[in-house]
């Protein structure tokens, strides 16, 4: 056992179940780092560790914009991510065990995990020739499909085929039924950039503080902060999602695809990037934020309020491009360039109050983002 499965089996024994000490559970799991991503502590063996704390509301209109620009819905390809991206966490656990039996209220493991990562709580409707499993408040009903399924495979030994219907009286019905398909094992999935390198915990000092400010359990399954519900994202997830939706993609349907360039990215995996950034790119321009920039040093300020509180990443260098208001950033870790770059090019068009371009090109596999205004301006 690893340095850090050591400290996840501490965590684990000593804070969960302790109602009062949930809060501490979640902040000592969730580690920020000093290069604007969370760790996972839970996951410590796994490259894609790195994790979104993401408003679960935010997530939702993110994702819708993201099928409104490729005119596809991609519910199906999110869900079966999710299951593909579980299967693959669950064959290394270590503290956590994995679901065992057809009752999922024996689930122990599984159930801290939902609650730990804010996704909502399930439970057993019934199991005869059909399975149906209940999620209360669920964070996502693609992504807690997926899970569940994948739990549910993982405690009976079977593939399952799996519906989902979800309302808001009801919660989110998953309907699985037995299936004799072979599925072979999920293969790891490593990002394109190279930002393997961690940088430092910031748990103890005021950084961390300030991030876990205002935290609250509401429920289990259910925490929020600034009276905001969150979610644990890995970067695993995403990384999967991408990949199922990228084959099917034919272009950038609404939105504006010529604000955005890729350095070495085919067409469709362009332009499924440039649908996430653009969504992210609208969601944040929506929500108001102020952005004041006097100076390129700002943009680390602005990238460590805007990204790095979320574990979007970080900036560690800036570089002025041009008078009005061009600059070059350089990331120290991203989670993904993409859904990091909308959001700091909303950034951009919020503190000068008009439409920007934003391109990204990679030096030794680090991302670098360049912003300037989408026209041309006369000196």
Not at 310 to 317: D, N, R, T, Y
Not at 330 to 346: D, E, M, N, Q, R
């Amino acid at each position: 056992m690893g340095l850090f499965d050591s400290l996840w089996s501490f965590i684990h024994k000593s804070f969960y179940g302790n109602p009062e000490s949930r809060e501490n559970q979640m902040r000592l799991r969730w580690t920020p780092i000093d290069d604007g991503t969370y760790s996972d502590m839970a996951r410590d063996y796994d490259p894609n560790k790195i994790a979104w704390r993401v408003g679960v509301g935010w997530f939702e209109s993110w994702f819708q914009g993201l099928e409104q620009r490729v005119g596809q819905s991609l519910g199906r390809r999110l869900a079966h991510a999710a299951v593909e991206y579980e299967e693959h966490m669950m064959r290394f656990e270590t503290e956590w065990h994995a679901p065992s039996g057809r009752d999922p209220a024996s689930w122990s493991s599984t159930i801290e995990d939902w609650e730990s990562r804010g996704l909502g709580r399930f439970e057993l409707l019934d199991d005869d020739e059909e399975t149906r499993v209940l999620v209360d408040r669920p964070a996502s009903g693609p992504i807690c499909s997926g899970l569940v399924a994948a739990a549910w495979e993982r405690a009976t030994g079977e593939r399952h085929r799996f519906l989902w219907s979800e309302s808001a009286g009801e919660g989110l019905v998953i309907t699985l039924t037995p299936d004799d398909a072979q599925v072979p094992e999920p293969k790891p999935r490593r990002p394109t950039w190279n930002d393997q390198e961690t940088g430092m915990p910031l748990n103890g000092l005021p950084e961390s503080d300030e991030l876990w400010g205002d935290l609250r359990v509401e429920s289990s399954g259910h925490w929020s902060i600034m009276n905001e519900r969150r979610m644990f994202l890995h970067r695993d997830l995403i990384l999967r999602f991408e990949d199922y939706c990228v084959p099917y993609l034919d272009g950038i349907h609404e939105g504006r695809e010529d604000d955005y360039a890729w350095e070495g990215l085919d067409d469709k995996r362009s332009a499924w990037w440039t649908a996430a950034a653009d969504s992210a790119r609208e969601r944040f321009v929506a929500e108001g934020h102020h952005v004041l920039i006097r100076d390129p040093s700002d943009w680390v300020g602005v990238a460590r309020r805007h990204l790095s509180s979320h574990g979007l990443g970080g900036i560690e260098s800036t570089a002025e491009t041009d008078e009005h208001g061009g600059v070059c950033l350089g990331f120290t870790s991203v989670f993904h360039p993409a859904i990091a770059s909308g959001v700091l090019l909303g950034c951009w068009e919020r503190a000068y109050g008009r439409n920007g371009r934003a391109s990204v090109r990679f030096e030794n596999g680090r991302a670098r983002l360049e912003l300037r205004s989408s026209r041309e301006i006369a000196a």
